[in-house]
């Protein structure tokens, strides 16, 4: 023990007193942590060991720990076996529920499924395990897509589209009316009827069975006179040159025309079975016959609603049955032909109106083209006509395939992250290369630059779409509709003005001033045709973009005023349709082209619907009249095809039931001043009968219309397949010297 003495004198004893240290005091040793969280180690705060953290949790944030330690010592090695273990049976027993869960669902019947919730039942109903709420706090959520469950082709069996369709939309505007009508609507009576299920009915008249409903023959073989001559065939495709070939460029013409010939090489009469030249004639059939007025033009607004097995849409589907056929000889062996067969068959299922069959077989041409292997970049040993032709190919399909998911809000198919394939060139060089004779635009401009700009659009829409379905936020906000805006805007910027359709009075392309259009009098058609499609895609791609927005509230609780997202969705609506007015009621551009009509409908019910919302918006009569306008331009195309004209007589049917809610919203003095602005044109009735559904020119939106009723007269005939050829030019010779008179502001 140390010790200390203290001298004194030599005579004086020393005494030696003994000094103890004082005790040492045991400090509590610090808990340490193996390492901080990410937001506490970027805030240099201190973290404890909890999952997830104090600080974490008192903010409300996610916490998570993305460079763990390992285990550094054996004690750290036991601890984090037994964490494993422990996880592992966990796992386990959430493996076994999710077997059973499958094994009930399984077991219920089809019509009782119900729209996704957005969390797993297991975990939103407070049942799931610690580990998974643990997953949930330290892992981002994909939100799970809102939707409707809904019929729309007459049949008992529902199917399922996504918060971004036309459909979900027309649901929530069907609930709106439903509530403040104080009446039981079927949202399925709000679409018009279409001739898609009788795509693959029979081709002949079938008798009535004792319920009065059409039955089709156990076996309906297509007769081979059904088919088109050889001349025929030639005009159809003809057509095609001129019209989807400038729009879906993934046929090289020269290879097709030397492909098509041969077909014929040894027998004048009956060509030999093709696939593609089945496919591409069926396509063009259905395009030409959609030019031209039907014999139910004539008839009154319901009667030309009534579809029959002549309707145009579905012209030219013995070829397209054929096609199918001949198809299902390739499924293990694809190449580059069924690939573009594919494609074109899903477009001419759209055109029909047929969506589901349509994103089937888009996902049918998916999953070809990775089995051929487009998603990866050509080979350097190939020549550029080929390689181009790949790529042309593959972007063709992707932007298909990226509208189609939009359009019906179902998940994309085909992901960046899988793709190496660069973007297509439009080069002159490359132009010539494929065997076009179509002239250069000036500025390095080709007719292929339309294509490459339009995948650049979709892309840009894409990335905008994703950004707001696939984040964290619910509801629409002034950041969602920035990064659309921006994300457009810098596509809109790269825009070649060869490809702009021109303004009278200084109007702006691409923008919603509603100026009228400048249409290049002596341009190709198929020019012409590609800018317009081009700015009306645009506008059609902001409108399901921004119409999110759209707020229904209660009918007590009624927003007044539209925010800036929810104008901006229904000034690209108002000039959508302005566009297509002029355009369908001055020139031929258009006309067949059955894609824009749906484009057309699209907007008209996103303005009923924004009418509906915002009652009182300085907008609302603008865009109530340009409901007027739509009415007219889809009852244009209804003299063609009967979808069009039933899509008419709902839009038109909407408005009245628009206008009386108008009406009680404003009161009697402000009905009298709308009406002096809006100018509806509809006939005048009391509020009674409105509120009885008792309509002078329409029928109740839930009563069945007129071109819903199943006792309509029976279908007639055949489709007449040898068509007068003379008929079908009757737009070839359109006098365009007035195509801009009358529509300058």
Not at 63 to 88: D, F, W
Not at 631 to 657: P, R, T
Request: glycine share 6%; hydrophobic share 35%.
């Amino acid at each position: 023990m140390p010790s200390s003495s203290v001298s004194a004198s030599p005579d004086i004893p020393q005494l030696q007193v003994p000094i103890v240290a004082p005790p040492r005091v045991r400090q509590r040793k610090r808990g340490q942590v193996a390492r901080a969280c990410d937001w506490c180690r970027v805030h240099r705060i201190k973290c404890d060991s909890d999952n997830p953290c104090s600080n974490c949790k008192n903010r409300g944030g996610q916490c998570s720990n993305s460079g763990a330690m390992k285990a550094a010592t054996l004690p750290h090695a036991y601890r984090e076996i037994e964490r494993l273990e422990q996880r592992v049976e966990e796992l386990e027993q959430r493996v076994e529920e999710l077997e059973q869960e499958k094994g009930q669902d399984a077991e219920k019947p089809v019509h009782q499924l119900q729209t996704p919730i957005s969390l797993p039942r297991s975990l939103s109903d407070g049942q799931g395990s610690k580990t998974g709420e643990q997953d949930l706090a330290t892992s981002r959520l994909k939100r799970v897509w809102e939707g409707i469950y809904i019929s729309t082709t007459r049949s008992p069996q529902k199917t399922w589209y996504g918060s971004s369709s036309l459909f979900y939309f027309i649901g929530r505007i069907d609930a709106f009316l439903a509530a403040a009508l104080q009446q039981n609507h079927l949202a399925d009576r709000m679409f018009p009827d279409a001739a898609s299920n009788l795509l693959h009915g029979p081709t002949s008249a079938a008798p009535e069975d004792q319920a009065g409903l059409l039955t089709p023959p156990t076996d309906d073989p297509i007769d081979t006179t059904e088919y088109l001559t050889s001349t025929q065939e030639e005009y159809f495709l003809s057509l095609f040159w001129q019209s989807y070939y400038t729009s879906y460029p993934i046929l090289d013409e020269l290879e097709f025309k030397k492909y098509y010939r041969s077909l014929w090489a040894t027998n004048d009469e009956k060509r030999k079975p093709s696939a593609l030249a089945d496919i591409v004639i069926a396509l063009c059939m259905q395009y030409g016959m959609a030019r031209l007025p039907s014999v139910e033009r004539g008839l009154d607004a319901t009667s030309r609603a009534n579809v029959s097995n002549t309707d145009a849409t579905i012209a030219g589907r013995h070829y397209y049955r054929r096609c199918q056929t001949l198809l299902s000889a390739e499924l293990e062996s694809p190449t580059i032909s069924t690939l573009q067969c594919h494609i074109l068959c899903s477009i001419y299922l759209c055109c029909a109106s047929s969506h589901n069959m349509a994103d089937s077989t888009c996902s049918l041409a998916v999953k070809t083209a990775y089995t051929i292997g487009l998603h990866l970049e050509p080979p350097l040993s190939l020549p550029r006509r080929e390689s181009e032709t790949r790529k042309r190919l593959w972007w063709t399909l992707y932007v298909l395939e990226t509208k189609m998911s939009m359009k019906l809000g179902r998940p994309f198919l085909l992901h960046d992250s899988s793709t190496t394939c660069s973007l297509p060139a439009d080069d002159r060089e490359i132009a010539m290369l494929v065997g076009s004779s179509f002239a250069p635009l000036g500025g390095n401009v080709t007719w292929l630059t339309w294509n490459l700009f339009n995948t650049k659009l979709l892309l840009a829409a894409r990335t905008a779409y994703t950004t707001f379905y696939d984040g964290a936020s619910d509801i629409f906000n002034a950041c969602n509709s920035q990064l659309i805006t921006e994300r457009l805007e810098d596509w809109l910027k790269d825009v070649p003005e060869a490809i702009k359709t021109q303004r009278q009075n200084n109007g702006v392309s691409f923008s919603t001033d509603r100026s009228a259009l400048q249409i290049e009098q002596f341009a190709p058609l198929w020019l012409q045709r590609q800018r317009l499609l081009l700015e009306l895609m645009y506008h059609n791609l902001c409108i399901t973009l921004y119409r999110p927005s759209i707020f229904f509230g209660s009918a007590a609780a009624q927003a007044p005023f539209a925010d800036g997202t929810a104008l901006k969705c229904a000034a690209h609506a108002m000039a959508l349709t302005h566009m297509m007015h002029q355009v369908i009621t001055s020139t031929s551009i258009l006309a067949g082209w059955l894609e824009v009509f749906q484009w057309q409908w699209n907007a008209a019910m996103t303005l009923i619907g924004f009418v509906l919302a915002y009652p009182h918006d300085d907008s609302t009569g603008a865009a109530r009249t340009t409901i007027d306008l739509s009415v007219a331009v889809l009852e244009n195309f209804g003299n063609s095809f009967a979808v069009a004209a039933g899509a008419a007589n709902i839009v038109g049917e909407l408005c009245i039931k628009v206008d009386l809610l108008n009406k009680k919203s404003r009161g009697k003095e402000g009905v009298r001043q709308n009406n002096l602005q809006l100018g509806t044109g509809y006939p005048e009735t009391n509020e009674e009968s409105l509120m009885n559904n008792d309509f002078p020119a329409f029928s109740s939106v839930d009563e069945p219309l007129g071109f819903f009723n199943m006792d309509a007269p029976e279908f007639q005939g055949v489709l007449a397949q040898s068509i007068d050829i003379i008929n079908t030019d009757i737009y070839d010779d359109f006098d365009l010297s007035g195509i801009n008179d009358g529509y300058s502001n």
